[in-house]
Antibody
Framework: EVQLVESGGDLVQPGGSLRLSCAASGFTFSTCWMGWVRQAPGKGLEWVAN????????NYVDSVKGRFTISRDNANNALYLQMNSLRADDTAVYYCARALWNNGWFVHFWGQGTLVTVSS | EIAMTQSPATLSVSPGERVTLSCRAS??????LAWYQHKPGQPPRLLIH???TRVIGMPARFSGSGSGTEFTLTISSLQSEDLGFYYCQQYNIWPGTFGQGTKVEIK
């Protein structure tokens, strides 16, 4: 059974940092594009970042470029999102995503999500 | 960035009725479109990709159509467990943008 379990969500002050983790199981992690998708309260979904199987290629949405870093550890089936210089508009549920590429990336499987709240 | 517009925002439907959800892209995306179902308290799940390819295991009552800028998700006979939000997402250009969603309510 495919499982993606996020952790690391918390309340953090503006300008602070947070690291999200995603533990993957039930599939061959090292063969899959992975990513993070977020949903702000009352808003729609937004791709945040994705990363190639070997970590050699990464894509970010413009609003997080230079502040967020996606990474992975294939030996431990783990995905990470380092978030720095957090802003109030980063408040959202962050979903770990197993992505599929077919002319572009869509989400084949979603984790349960972890809540990040940026507030003073 | 490609804008995705879904309509209607909310749909209230009786079980057994046919449901049609619309999604429009601000520019042509060929057939690079996915549909997701998001039930309360659960993560979203993929229903359809390639505009019309249903994911294995998804009920046959769900079908997708369209290409270019106009797309449709149809539920042929609504079941009570189908309540929730439905989102379309274009993946023709990064970042793959989502529509704001259609909320399907059961009458």
């Amino acid at each position: 059974e495919v499982q993606l379990v996020e952790s690391g969500g918390d309340l953090v002050q503006p300008g602070g940092s947070l690291r999200l983790s995603c533990a993957a199981s039930g599939f061959t992690f090292s063969t899959c594009w992975m990513g993070w998708v977020r949903q702000a309260p009352g808003k729609g979904l937004e791709w945040v970042a994705n990363i190639k199987q070997d970590g050699s290629d990464k894509n970010y949405v413009d609003s997080v470029k230079g502040r967020f870093t996606i990474s992975r550890d294939n030996a431990n089936n783990a995905l990470y999102l380092q978030m720095n210089s957090l802003r109030a508009d980063d408040t959202a549920v962050y979903y770990c995503a197993r992505a599929l590429w077919n002319n572009g990336w869509f989400v084949h499987f979603w984790g349960q999500g972890t809540l990040v709240t940026v507030s003073s | 960035e490609i804008a995705m517009t879904q309509s209607p925002a909310t749909l209230s439907v009786s079980p057994g009725e046919r449901v049609t959800l619309s999604c429009r892209a601000s520019q042509s995306i060929s057939n690079n479109l996915a549909w997701y179902q998001h039930k309360p308290g659960q993560p979203p799940r993929l229903l359809i990709h390639g505009a019309s390819t249903r994911v294995i295991g998804m009920p046959a009552r769900f079908s997708g159509s369209g290409s270019g800028t106009e797309f449709t998700l149809t539920i042929s006979s609504l079941q009570s467990e189908d309540l929730g939000f439905y989102y379309c997402q274009q993946y023709n250009i990064w970042p793959g943008t989502f529509g704001q969603g259609t909320k399907v309510e059961i009458k």
